[in-house]
Nanobody, 125 residues
Framework: QVQLAESGGGLVQAGGSLRLSCAAS????????MGWFRQAPGKEREFVAG????????YYADSVKGRFTISRDNAKNTVYLQMNSLKPEDTAVYFC??????????????????WGQGTQVIVSS
């Protein structure tokens, strides 16, 4: 059974950094793209970043481009999200998700299936 487990969230000051991890199990990790999404209080879940099974290409939402980096380690069945220059508006619960395909897309979210439980990121001003 597919399982996705995020970790690495926490409280950080504006301008700081965090690295999120998502450990995947229950399927052939190298066959599928992966994505990161986030949901802020009172808002809909939105796409943050996506990565193809090979590691490239990678896609980013405009709001995080140049600050966040998605990567994956296929030997460890893990996808990462390095978040730098964090802003208060980055505060959200962050989720990883498995693409339905070997590629990753920027949406719609129906391109993705299975979601982790999420990890909370709080950026203080």
């Amino acid at each position: 059974q597919v399982q996705l487990a995020e970790s690495g969230g926490g409280l950080v000051q504006a301008g700081g950094s965090l690295r999120l991890s998502c450990a995947a199990s229950g399927y052939i990790f190298t066959n599928y793209g992966m994505g990161w999404f986030r949901q802020a209080p009172g808002k809909e879940r939105e796409f943050v970043a996506g990565i193809h099974w090979t590691g490239y290409p990678r896609y980013y939402a405009d709001s995080v481009k140049g600050r966040f980096t998605i990567s994956r380690d296929n030997a460890k069945n893990t996808v990462y999200l390095q978040m730098n220059s964090l802003k208060p508006e980055d505060t959200a619960v962050y989720f990883c998700s498995k693409s339905r395909h070997s590629i990753a897309t920027m949406g719609p979210q129906s391109d993705y299936e299975y979601w982790g439980q999420g990890t909370q990121v709080i950026v203080s001003s």
